[in-house]
């Protein structure tokens, strides 16, 4: 008699045990979770700098159902907080000043449990990247949604380097700021490896501030494709001549204007007349560019765009992804149009992985993760390599000297396009861009500056809103800091 006492007794207090937990959890809204649980790991850059990890911190909570309005009070002029009476939580990660204060109270309906925090070191630069977690350290985007069971056990190694990042995050931020810009955006890549070691697009949000992330204008400009304008015309160089449809020194028309159809195609700065094909990128000539590409042949521009990865969905990282804005149908205006970056709509990324394909001659891809295991095939022959260098150089050399920087063998283009709303080109309304490699002997870098919609009462020289007025003078300042950062030794 006295066993079975005992029995119903132990079975009474394990009823009204479970039924006081189900009560806290339904009314409270709690996530019980056991203490074991393993803590999330550190996300590093390529040098081994924290960019995340987890931080033991101390949270409040309701130790009763109900807290009586003086109680409430104290605590609210306590940690100058409001208190909601129905939610388990009252604040969670106390500093220590305030735990000092809500230990002073001693007061029996709170209490004090132990609980974590993720810690970001750089939550602007970074945020489109690592992305945030919620109060409960589950991953909700970026690197810590992508991988947010492999984050559990291993820390995660990125290619970023944080200085490169934090330097080209404040560039892009002045370009966007000086011009009273929609946004802009940049990428850096390690042509050797493929690694991208910085990627920047502004306006961004912050991974303290979940909220931010939800905020349009702070949208990763990266992985939307876009018109990108003559930065294309070096991707369609390079199918010339890997094509041996000309050389360098082929001579070109780039006289009077291009017809097809109800399209008449012309040059910005026509020079209307003959000229090498060399000179011909220089000038950036629509016209020339276009009759080339039509000798060419829609067959031959749609297998060399493929071959560069102009097609290809690129998964920056797991279940994240910048694909390609492809027409249906490639007509012979696709073809001229394509050839000097309007029709099509490529991403960011798709551009500068397609200009270290040309810059290295094989299939190599970009990518945010060091044991990334590539897959090489040799697509383009040596020849079209070392031509595609020295037209770069070509044009550094005779349009923008005042970027040159001895020993360092700048390359690159750049690139305007009207932007396209409801159908119809905005005349004045213009995304800028800037495609660069250096040194140009022996490429280490490619990058890729870029900004939307820069105001023209904002140039303080020239007299259009195109690339050439916008963004040339901080390639300058972007090669600098990469040389200083990494220790390059210009050449003599």
């Not at 974590?116 to 945020?127: F, G």
Request: net charge positive.
């Amino acid at each position: 008699m006295k066993d079975r006492i005992i029995y119903n007794f132990i079975i009474a207090f394990f009823v009204i045990l479970f039924v006081r937990l189900f009560y806290i959890y339904q009314k409270y809204d709690v996530k019980i979770t056991l203490q074991n649980k393993q803590i999330r790991r550190e996300i590093l850059d390529c040098n081994g700098e924290v960019l995340a990890f987890t931080k033991q911190t101390v949270s409040l909570h309701k130790n009763t159902t109900m807290i009586d309005s003086k109680e409430i009070a104290l605590i609210q002029s306590a940690l100058q907080i409001k208190v909601n009476p129905n939610k388990f939580w009252i604040k969670r990660h106390l500093t220590d000043k305030e735990l000092y204060k809500i230990k002073k109270l001693k007061l029996h309906s709170i209490g004090i449990t132990n609980d974590h925090k993720r810690v970001y070191t750089h939550p602007d630069s970074l945020s489109h990247i690592i992305g945030y977690c919620d109060a409960n350290l589950n991953g909700k985007a970026g690197i810590e949604l992508a991988l947010n069971d492999k984050i559990q056990t291993i820390p995660i190694e990125l290619t970023i380097d944080i200085r490169l990042q934090n330097r080209l995050f404040n560039i892009v931020k002045e370009i966007y700021e000086e011009f009273n810009s929609e946004n802009a955006s940049g990428i850096l890549i390690d042509i050797e490896t493929g690694y991208i070691k910085a990627i920047v697009s502004y306006p961004s949000p912050n991974s303290k501030d979940p909220k931010t992330f939800l905020v349009k204008q702070n949208q990763n400009y990266h992985v939307f494709p876009v018109e990108m304008g003559s930065i294309l015309k070096l991707h369609n160089a390079a199918m010339c001549l890997d094509n041996e449809t000309v050389d360098l020194t082929s001579i070109v028309d780039a006289t009077g204007t291009l017809r097809i159809a109800d399209y008449e195609i012309t040059d910005f700065f026509a020079k209307n007349s003959k000229m090498t094909f060399l000179e011909s990128i220089r000038y950036s000539s629509n016209v020339a560019t276009g009759r080339i590409a039509l000798q060419v042949g829609k067959e031959v521009q749609q297998k060399f765009f493929k071959t560069i990865g102009f097609f290809d969905t690129i998964e920056w990282m797991p279940k994240h992804f910048a694909k390609p804005m492809i027409p249906k149908i490639w007509k012979q205006s696709t073809v001229i149009t394509a050839s000097y970056g309007y029709g099509i709509g490529l991403t960011m990324m798709h551009v500068v992985q397609g200009l270290m394909r040309i810059l290295t001659g094989v299939s190599r891809n970009i990518t945010l993760f060091p044991n990334y295991e590539q897959n090489e095939q040799i697509i383009l022959k040596n020849k079209t390599i070392e031509d595609i260098k020295i037209a770069m150089r070509f044009i550094i050399e005779n349009s923008y000297r005042s970027i040159d920087i001895k020993g360092y063998e700048i390359g690159g283009k750049t690139g305007t396009a009207n932007m396209c709303e409801n159908g119809r080109y905005i005349e004045g309304k213009n995304r800028v861009s800037y495609l660069g490699a250096f040194p140009m002997k022996r490429p280490k870098y490619v990058f890729l500056i870029q900004t939307t919609n820069p105001k023209h009462d904002k140039l303080k020289y020239g007299r259009y809103a195109v690339a050439a007025n916008v963004l040339t003078t901080k390639v300058k300042e972007i090669i600098q800091e990469i040389a200083s950062i990494e220790n390059i030794a210009p050449t003599s």
